[in-house]
Each structure stands twice: as structure tokens, then as C-alpha cells.
């Protein structure tokens, strides 16, 4: 586990775009893709912009694939969805071919359904490409998350079906009654987020989540979902102080 520690918000998203081009740039001289798994909340939205703006000449956007680690089961429209803003941020301002860009089914009356599909796409699509490299399932370049103040990461909240799944990539979680907004999810498991080949945790407000940092990257406390992220690949931690 690598911890950087940081100013402001600013200073860690820029940080961590230049190193997610870094990672894209050698998966496209070792294996001619990269592959990207992105998280939702706040924090990531200041990281999409400078994409989308700073680094939107980038030569890895026409062979990245992104998924998504999870999503709010609402509207495309609604405020609350992760790939509305990620969008406007990110994806309208790279040449990151539409067909590279695997949305979650947020609008389908039964998220369990969703999931089951959404797992069926990747499964696809990994299998179509021989990205399986001889490992029963995908290992994204990188994967981006947070932190909840619950212990939450991706939508995998303490106590939850989702949270001791093993097997399965995709799950749906009911909607949390330890974190806003309260709203059901899609989210992948332990298995896809574990098997990454590079994690990054990106904390913001660190002050606020002080105790349960604490506890996850000092005491490795199961009962926070946090704590179970031990990917094969580098784990690295990026928080901010404000």
C-alpha cells in the first residue's frame, strides 16, 4: 500500500490523471488496450474535468474501455447518476470510441436484472477480446474508488449481501441507510475490484473520514468494505487534507 497525501483536490486529481495516462500508456504498448473501471461521488468529478480538458490529447483515449465500478439505479437525467456527469466531464471531450464506453442499465425497474446484464456484457466482451489471460475473470489496469464515512466503497456497504458476494461480478444492493443518497445500486464485488492491476483510492475531506481511515488502512477492519480491498496489483491511496 502506497499513501500520498495532498493539499487540495486539485493538486491529488492532477496528480492522479497524469498517473492514470501513465497506466494507459504502457497497457497500450504491452497489450494494445487499456482497460478502466471508474467510480462515482464527488470526489472524481475535479479528476474527470482535467481529463476532459488538461489531457484530452491524450493518444490512450482511442484504445481505452471504460466500465463502470457502480451506479445509482435513477434516471440518466437524474443529478445522482454517475455517468451523466462523467460524461459531460469526460467522455464528450476524448476520443474515446462510444462503443469503448459500457454504461450500467440505472433506468431498469429491476436492478437485479440490470446487474445480471450488465455482468453478461462484460463477460462478453472480455471474452470476445481473450482478455481473460488465463484468470476466471477480468483484471482491469486500473480501477478508480472512494471512501465512504460508513466504510463503503463502490457501493459495497457494510453488512450487505453485496459485500460478502465471491462469486458473482455485478450485484444490485438495496439503497444504504448509512450513506446519501439513499438510492439502490449496481455495483461490481470483491473479486473484479481485487483482481486489479492497479487500485487507486481517491479521498477527499480526509478530516471528516479521519476514524475510519484510521481503521481500514492501519487496522484492516473487515467489517468496513474498504478494508477488503487487497488487489493481486498495486493499491495506492491519494487524500487530500481539505
Known amino acids: 500500500m502506497n499513501i500520498t497525501n495532498f493539499d487540495e483536490i486539485n493538486e491529488m486529481s492532477l496528480e492522479v490523471a497524469k498517473e492514470l495516462v501513465s497506466i494507459g500508456e504502457q497497457a497500450i504498448e504491452k497489450n494494445d488496450i487499456f482497460l478502466l473501471a471508474i467510480s462515482g461521488g464527488d470526489t472524481p468529478k475535479t479528476l474527470f474535468s482535467f481529463l476532459g480538458s488538461k489531457f484530452k490529447n491524450s493518444k490512450i483515449w482511442d484504445k481505452t474501455v471504460i466500465f463502470f465500478v457502480d451506479d445509482r439505479c435513477v434516471s440518466i437525467r437524474h443529478p445522482e447518476n454517475n455517468y451523466i456527469y462523467a460524461k459531460e466531464l469526460f467522455f464528450d471531450h476524448v476520443s474515446i470510441p462510444k462503443e469503448n464506453i459500457f454504461k450500467m442499465d440505472t433506468e431498469n425497474q429491476y436492478p437485479e436484472i440490470a446487474a445480471h446484464e450488465y455482468e453478461k456484457q462484460m463477460k462478453n466482451f472480455f471474452k470476445k477480446r481473450d482478455l481473460l489471460e488465463n484468470f476466471p475473470i477480468p483484471r482491469f489496469d486500473l480501477i478508480l474508488l472512494g471512501i465512504g464515512a460508513d466504510g463503503h466503497t463502490a457501493s459495497l456497504f457494510p453488512d450487505t449481501y453485496a459485500s460478502k458476494e465471491e462469486k458473482k461480478w455485478i450485484m444490485n444492493t438495496p439503497a444504504p441507510t448509512t450513506a446519501r443518497p439513499n438510492l439502490p445500486r449496481l455495483t461490481m464485488t470483491f473479486p473484479i475490484l481485487n483482481a486489479g492491476k492497479n ?36 493499491l495506492n491511496w491519494y487524500i487530500t487534507k481539505s
Open 199 to 234: 487500485v487507486i483510492f481517491l479521498i477527499s475531506k480526509a478530516k471528516s473520514k479521519q476514524e475510519i481511515l484510521n481503521e481500514v488502512m492501519n487496522n484492516r477492519n473487515d467489517k468496513y468494505p474498504a478494508s477488503k480491498i487487497l488487489p493481486k496489483g498495486s
